[in-house]
């Protein structure tokens, strides 16, 4: 079993930056696939980054250049470096954690963290 506590949420006025952060225990964090998803009031969750155990990162088209995923194993932590932020970044953010055990892809979610971009 994996726990996930993300946090890092607020309201921050367009143009400007968060990090989000997505502690993890329960199992060996260097083995986890890592991801951040969201979810905007009335729309299905979308995923935003992923970030695999060799630190490989791939991102939403929409978020490209703007939102940067990382990873310390040794903090057993997973960041999202949100930059430029705009109105259409306003969701619940959720941090994703996927292993393979006994041949079974296993998947986990954190409770999710607020953020809201307004003027």
């Known amino acids: 079993q994996v726990q996930l506590v993300e946090s890092g949420g607020d309201l921050v006025q367009p143009g400007g930056s968060l990090r989000l952060s997505c502690a993890a225990s329960g199992s060996i964090f260097s083995n986890l696939i890592m991801g951040w998803y969201r979810q905007a009031l009335g729309k299905q969750r979308e995923w935003v980054a992923t970030i695999t155990r060799d630190s490989t990162t791939t991102y939403l088209d929409s978020v490209k250049g703007r939102f940067t995923i990382s990873r310390d194993n040794a903090k057993n932590t997973v960041y999202l470096q949100m930059n430029s932020l705009k109105p259409e970044d306003t969701a619940v953010y959720f941090c994703?954690?996927?292993?393979?055990?006994?041949?079974?892809?296993?998947?986990?979610w954190g409770q999710g963290t607020q953020v809201t971009v307004s003027s």
């Open positions: 994703n954690a996927k292993k393979i055990s006994d041949s079974i892809l296993r998947e986990y």
